[in-house]
């Protein structure tokens, strides 16, 4: 079969649904790509001069995607879901990891006779129980720290500007580590809340082997064994532990990351990478972290051990514990654990925020602002 023009058969072999009528800044033409394959003919046929049609299917267009523009206001809706989902994702994941680290530390905080160090713990765990035995109690621990940290970051951010706002800009600048101490222990009394029911059972699965598998035969074991209520029996330990260990994860590493762009950075915040802003973060959080682990380690003591026996009380633990022991029992491997853990989940909370477009967290002085103001990328 003969063409009788050249631009008359390009254009009868491009599928009809790349059709576009109307032109476009963004729009791609068919023509262009087409011209380059081969040589075109100097000018349009009469036929095709005189039809309107034919001129407007002269440049077929292929409108490009709009990805949309609107970004996060600060202090909206839109900005406490993100930092709540932020929160699942930093503090889910990386307790999940762990959970090898945090199966040691739970036993030898039960059984220091039999779980003297922590080489000897990971070696009688892998002897008795396998590799597969360190990842007891992951989906309870997953789930129970996800909902612990949509609470805690969600809220943190929250209860930052509502105290701020009411203290007033010039006493939020003033009194700061104030504003974040009290933010970030009201956060905490609602995540633990959520957390308790999954901790509860987390322990009881990775301490007393043959219990349960995990949280879905663990949970209708607990509570046929204790009762609802006892899923709560661990909530003021685990206020004693979480809130002290919230409050010096969050105030300490606002102030952390403030004194790292003021004297080690070599310009402002807003001036450096998003990459350099996340590595500062990890730095800040670790180093939190470290503080942390150190100011809430009694009270993880008391909760595991409460968790692990019915009708364990506080002075069952320190008469068996001791109340030095209660300060030093897996101090070191908390130390490791918790440090890198806070430092993992400022990195990945504040990654989520830039993923998302919004800045990272600390580093300026706290400035309340409206809630119309937009984010800065």
Same mark, same amino acid.
């Given at each position: ?7 008359? #058969? ?40 005189? #039809? ?36 699942? !994702? ?28 922590? #080489? ?51 006493? #939020? ?55 609802? !209520? ?148």
């Amino acid at each position: 079969m003969a063409f009788a023009d050249g631009s008359s #058969s390009r254009q009868s072999l491009i599928p009809s649904f790349l059709y576009a009528s109307s032109a476009s800044s963004r729009s791609l033409y068919l023509e262009k790509m087409l011209a380059s394959s081969g040589p075109r003919s100097a000018a349009p046929t009469a036929a095709a001069a005189a #039809s309107p049609a034919a001129a407007d299917r002269s440049g077929f267009l292929i409108p490009a995607p709009q990805e949309p523009s609107k970004k996060i206001a600060m202090y909206s809706p839109e900005f406490y879901a993100a930092c709540t989902f932020g929160g699942i !994702l930093s503090c889910g994941l990386t307790h999940m990891t762990v959970t090898p680290l945090d199966l040691v530390k739970c036993n030898m905080q039960i059984d220091p006779a039999k779980y003297k160090s922590i #080489s000897s713990g990971f070696g009688i765990l892998l002897k008795e129980q396998g590799v597969r035995g360190f990842f007891r109690g992951w989906v309870p621990t997953l789930l129970g720290y996800s909902a612990q940290g949509a609470c805690k970051f969600g809220f943190y951010e929250f209860f930052k500007k509502y105290y701020s706002d009411i203290a007033g800009p010039e006493f #939020s600048a003033k009194y700061k580590t104030l504003i974040y101490l009290a933010g970030s222990a009201s956060a905490e009394v609602i995540a633990d809340v959520a957390l308790c029911p999954f901790e509860a059972v987390k322990v009881r699965v990775q301490t007393q082997p043959g219990f349960a598998r995990g949280l879905s035969d663990g949970l209708p074991k607990f509570v046929k064994s204790e009762g609802a !209520l006892g899923l709560y029996k661990g909530i003021v330990p685990l206020w004693g532990r979480q809130i002290p260990y919230t409050m010096m994860k969050f105030a300490s590493f606002e102030t952390i990351v403030e004194m790292i762009y003021k004297y080690a950075m070599p310009q402002p915040k807003d001036q450096c990478s998003k990459g350099l802003q996340l590595g500062v973060s990890f730095a800040g959080g670790y180093v939190a972290g470290v503080f942390c682990a150190i100011v809430s380690h009694p009270a993880d003591n008391l909760v595991s051990f409460l968790n692990n026996a019915k009708g364990a009380t506080v002075g069952d633990a320190v008469k068996k514990l001791g109340l030095w022991g209660l300060f030093t029992r897996g101090l070191p491997l908390r130390i490791v654990m918790i440090g890198t853990l806070t430092g993992a989940q400022w990195g990945i909370y504040d990654a989520f925020k830039v993923f998302v477009g919004l800045p990272t967290t600390g580093g300026v002085t706290p400035a309340p602002a409206p809630t119309t103001e937009l984010a800065k990328v």
